[in-house]
């Protein structure tokens, strides 16, 4: 089945600076790759993603980039915020489709 | 705003007791619903997608007989962690695909068992 990994686990910056989370996922027939922000004891929120048909989708401070070849994709945080602070998960869809395989997540820390 | 409605948001029970956990889509049908658990500080693992009128498939690993999953109708599915114990204490969330192809979360149950 989809494995998905991702990297770092922790991530510390400093406020505006950039932030980079890699993830990389097994299955190719994965075809949908979603970024998550979660707070704690709250759910995870939908902060961008992308399909695959694309290489890259921007929204505001986030980017994500796709690259199927690799079976690798990529969150970009610039000018990040003290309130960017959380954990991100990546995820792809499983081999049938339609539920979501997350990766163990990263632990995003930006000190003023 | 939210488009999926999760109860109860925490709850504590004794061990041996059975705790079920509702999750509707509201203004959509939602024909699938799934459910993952998540224990602190680790990721979401999936545990099982239930179906609209049809048997729930669980994934490897997870007790059919222990966490009990019903979609009875286009708006309603819910687990029911049946016999609890110390080690089920974790937080549970389901999550459903939008129609417009998101897959967004309840807000989760946190179960703690005593």
């Known amino acids: 089945g989809e494995n998905v990994e991702q990297h770092p686990s922790t991530l510390s910056v400093q406020e505006g600076d950039s932030a980079v989370i890699k993830c990389t996922y097994s299955?190719?027939?994965?075809?949908?790759f979603p970024w998550y922000k979660q707070e704690l004891g709250k759910r995870p929120q939908l902060i961008i993603d992308?399909?695959?048909?694309?290489g890259e989708k921007k929204d505001q401070r986030i980017a994500v980039t796709l690259n199927k070849t690799a079976k690798h994709f990529s969150l970009h945080i610039t000018e990040t915020q003290p309130e960017d602070s959380a954990v991100y998960f990546c995820?792809?869809?499983?081999?049938?489709?339609?539920?979501?395989?997350f990766g163990k997540g990263t632990t995003l820390s930006v000190s003023s | 705003g939210a488009v999926v409605s999760q109860h109860p948001s925490r709850v504590i029970c004794k061990s041996g007791t059975s705790v079920k956990i509702e999750c509707r889509s509201l203004?959509?049908?939602?024909?699938?619903m799934f459910w993952y658990r998540q224990f602190p500080k680790q990721s979401l693992m999936l545990m099982a997608t239930?179906?609209?009128?049809?048997?729930?498939?669980?994934e490897q690993g997870v007790e059919k007989d222990k966490f009990l999953i019903n979609h009875a109708s286009l708006t309603l599915s819910t687990l029911t962690v049946t016999s609890a114990h110390p080690e089920d204490s974790s937080f549970y969330i389901c999550?459903?695909?939008?129609?417009?192809?998101?897959?967004?979360f309840g807000s989760g149950t946190q179960l703690s068992v005593l």
């Open positions: 995820a792809a869809t499983d081999q049938a489709g339609t539920a979501l395989i």
């Open positions: 299955d190719s027939a994965s075809n949908y």
């Open positions: 992308i399909r695959s048909n694309v």
């Open positions: 203004d959509f049908q939602a024909t699938t």
């Open positions: 239930s179906n609209e009128g049809s048997k729930a498939t669980y």
């Open positions: 999550g459903t695909w939008t129609p417009n192809e998101k897959l967004f």
